[in-house]
């Protein structure tokens, strides 16, 4: 199975700061990696597919880059709604395993 | 609109049996892998299962298999996940999602989840 790594587990930010997660794969993934938000006691929600495309209607301030099997996922400037857990999650074998997330507060 | 509502989540005894239906409705559900994904309490997002658009393709994760069976009928829009020898560490949120390509042949990212139904296995 694929194993993910993400870091930092939590972060705590300001309003406007950039901030950055970073998920790595035990194999080359090639660029089959998703970027979920999981907001307090709500359904987790695609953000970023592919690695890089930014899912329809997710706000530009979310983006994400990488491939094989580094990766990292970009708040540009940090909303308050923003806050939650996000999840890496790669499909490029089966299991389609989620990473362990990161938790972004204020 | 599309939408995915799952029904069926109760509280059982461990070594029972439960069995959870998703409806979709506001897209063609019979052209759309979809999947099951639960959510232990506290816990990230674990994949379970799939099934292709067809229903022909079946996958489980390693901890599932030989106890629950995802299937579909698409002429219901509707998606189940059966599940037998229920343990204590199946309790969680069970998510319906579906696969974002249409007619895809490989995994796809998941783009649509329903709210989920709690499956609490406890004696």
């Known amino acids: 199975d694929v194993q993910l790594t993400q870091s930092p587990s939590s972060l705590s930010a300001s309003v406007g700061d950039r901030v950055t997660i970073t998920c790595q794969a035990s194999?080359?993934?090639?660029?089959?990696l998703n970027w979920y938000q999981q907001k307090p006691g709500k359904v987790p929600k695609l953000l970023i597919y592919?690695?890089?495309n930014l899912e329809e209607g997710v706000p530009s301030r979310f983006s994400g880059s990488g491939s094989e099997t580094d990766f990292t996922f970009t708040i540009s400037s940090l909303q308050p709604e923003d806050i939650g857990t996000y999840y890496c999650?790669?499909?490029?074998?089966?299991?389609?395993?989620f990473g362990p997330g990161t938790k972004v507060d204020l | 609109e599309v939408q995915l509502e799952e029904s069926g989540g109760r509280l059982v005894q461990p070594g029972g049996s439960l069995r959870l239906s998703c409806a979709a409705s506001?897209?063609?559900?019979?052209?759309?892998?979809m999947n099951w994904v639960r959510q232990a309490p506290g816990k990230g997002p674990e994949w379970i299962s799939y099934?292709?658009?067809?229903?022909?393709?079946?996958y489980y994760k390693d901890s599932v298999k030989g106890r629950f069976t995802i299937s579909r009928d698409n002429a219901k829009k509707s998606l189940y996940l059966q599940m037998t020898n229920l343990r204590v560490d199946d309790t969680a949120v069970y998510y319906c999602?579906?696969?974002?390509?249409?007619?895809?042949?490989?995994?796809?990212?998941?783009?649509?989840w329903g709210q989920g139904t709690l499956v609490s296995v406890s004696s």
């Open positions: 099934i292709s658009d067809s229903g022909s393709d079946t």
């Open positions: 999650q790669q499909y490029d074998d089966l299991p389609p395993d």
């Open positions: 999602v579906r696969g974002k390509l249409e007619m895809a042949t490989i995994l796809n990212p998941f783009d649509v």
């Open positions: 592919d690695a890089s």
């Open positions: 194999q080359d993934i090639s660029n089959s």
């Open positions: 506001g897209f063609t559900f019979s052209s759309f892998q």
